[in-house]
């Protein structure tokens, strides 16, 4: 019988204040990430919040998961000043799921015989990366408040209701998380969602917004050293119609001077339909790190170090105060 796993999430309940700066926060970050790494060698972490590592199989080395995560608790008090709530579970979801309902400083375990129970009587609305405006239509157009409402419905009503989110919630519903910490499985994204307001068709305007998304994805993937290799298009216009499209990137990158001229004809196609749009979002998926080559290509050192320098700017005086001109 297969051991079962031991993820476990370590939620901070306060973001950094306003104050802080990025530099300052990605310190933090790796300091917490470098402590982590003493008990697992897979450790994740997402916008300081949230952090996940791997315990399976540590019990002889450090002891019992519940009690090494409580020293790591008591531990962290000095980066984190709020209480730091954590959760154990056999997968990334449960994990995330246990701890946002667990008491304050304090672990909570949900074994797998416990699971059933446990989703059963989760809101809806703790589950992750699920769009805010989803959950309010699962509640208002379906009155769903529960998980275990939310198994009512089959995978293809599911997908055809939501194309973005429809997997993710059936495979939430049912406790299943789509991967587990750096394995085979494992599909890491980065996701972003502009609001067209007021809801226009106009070409020019649509296509700078759909530019200032991409910036920004690109600016938070050279934050994280990692390039993507597809994406995932989405575009919901005015009358309700939603339209996704997904590719592979031909050549990686994360530099938006390299991935708009691969991206734009996908949203071009788009603006063909001249009806007014009301949502874009653009999701980077197949991440994988930056290779730390040199170039000998002059032309193309020189994108770099501008980009790095307009990511200092932006990491300083606020991520909208520059941008490319007529990008």
Request: net charge positive.
């Amino acid at each position: 019988m297969a051991a079962v796993k031991k993820i476990v999430c370590l939620y901070t309940a306060a973001q950094y204040q306003p104050q802080t700066s990025s530099f300052a926060a990605a310190k933090q970050d790796n300091a917490v990430v470098n402590f982590l790494r003493f008990y697992s060698p897979q450790v994740e972490y997402i916008s300081g919040r949230y952090y996940y590592f791997d315990l399976s199989g540590t019990a002889r080395l450090f002891g019992p998961a519940g009690s090494v995560v409580q020293n790591i608790i008591n531990a962290l008090h000095k980066f984190f000043p709020s209480h730091i709530r954590a959760g154990i579970a056999r997968n990334k979801l449960l994990s995330f799921l246990a701890a946002r309902s667990s008491q304050p400083g304090r672990v909570k375990k949900i074994l797998p015989a416990e699971e059933t129970n446990f989703l059963e009587k989760t809101l809806i609305g703790e589950l992750p990366v699920i769009s805010r405006e989803n959950i309010k239509r699962l509640k208002n157009d379906f009155n769903i408040t529960y998980l275990k409402e939310l198994q009512l419905l089959d995978r293809s009503l599911l997908h055809s209701l939501f194309p973005l989110d429809g997997e993710l919630l059936y495979n939430f519903a049912r406790g299943n998380s789509q991967a587990f910490l750096y394995e085979q499985g494992e599909q890491p994204f980065v996701r972003q969602t502009v609001r067209v307001i007021p809801f226009s068709n106009d070409n020019f305007y649509l296509e700078r917004l759909f530019s200032r998304l991409l910036t920004e994805l690109c600016f938070r993937l050279r934050c994280r050293k990692l390039q993507p290799a597809g994406f995932v298009l989405c575009v919901v216009y005015a009358d309700a119609y939603t339209r996704t499209i997904s590719r592979s990137i031909a050549k990686p990158s994360c530099y938006e001077q390299k991935l708009k001229p691969q991206l734009r004809p996908f949203f071009r196609s788009f603006l063909q339909r001249r009806t007014a749009f009301k949502k874009i979002n653009l999701c980077f998926n197949s991440l994988q790190h930056m290779p730390a080559q040199l170039t000998f290509f002059t032309e193309e050192q020189q994108e770099q170090k501008l980009c790095r320098a307009l990511d200092r700017i932006r990491c300083r005086f606020g991520r909208k105060k520059i941008t490319y001109a007529g990008f």
